[in-house]
């Protein structure tokens, strides 16, 4: 069971990444850095404590409030599809994987993500977005799985880091 302090911190966390994926709904060109950011504050219940239920909670409190408040749709889905989801099951590959299975089950599940976000713009659900020919989509694949390696690795050390500067609960 959660106390009042979790659900307090929770509800914080829950506000700041709609309030980081609004800005980058408005601001076109600080939509990618925002739901980035915005990703990172799933990570926070994971720190100290394996605080699972909190981080899903959080993450799906979230993910509805930036589907129903943020103006460009693409930024609450990539949100929801990859950097507000991936930090948590970032923790359950690492907790529960053996190390050398761990990267590609990543890019596994990126390229699953990947797969959907495909389909969603080839169905019409974003307009805005257009699938380029096949040549250009295959290289921008290739590019977003390195792209995503990067971001992996950064991340771990953004979390090393917050484990260590942030005051104990």
Known sequence: ??????????????????????????APYFGPAAC???GVTSAVPLL???????????YAAASIL????????????????????YPIVKFGVEC????HVQTGVKLVYFNLVLAVAGALVAF????QIVLPGFAR???????ANVVFIIYDVALSRLIALLRRSLPPD
């Open 36 to 38: 980035i950011v915005a």
């Open 1 to 26: 069971m959660m106390n009042a302090k979790e659900i307090a911190r929770g509800g914080l966390l829950a506000a700041a990444a709609v309030a980081l994926l609004y800005i980058g709904g408005a």
């Open 66 to 85: 930036g589907l129903l408040i943020v103006p460009r749709k693409s930024v609450a889905a990539a949100y929801v599809l990859l950097t507000g989801l």
């Open 124 to 127: 019409g659900l974003f307009p």
């Open 48 to 58: 100290r404590r394996a605080r699972l239920r909190m981080a899903l909670l959080m």
């Open 137 to 143: 989509l295959a290289m921008l694949w290739f590019v």
């Open 96 to 99: 529960y994987l053996p190390r």
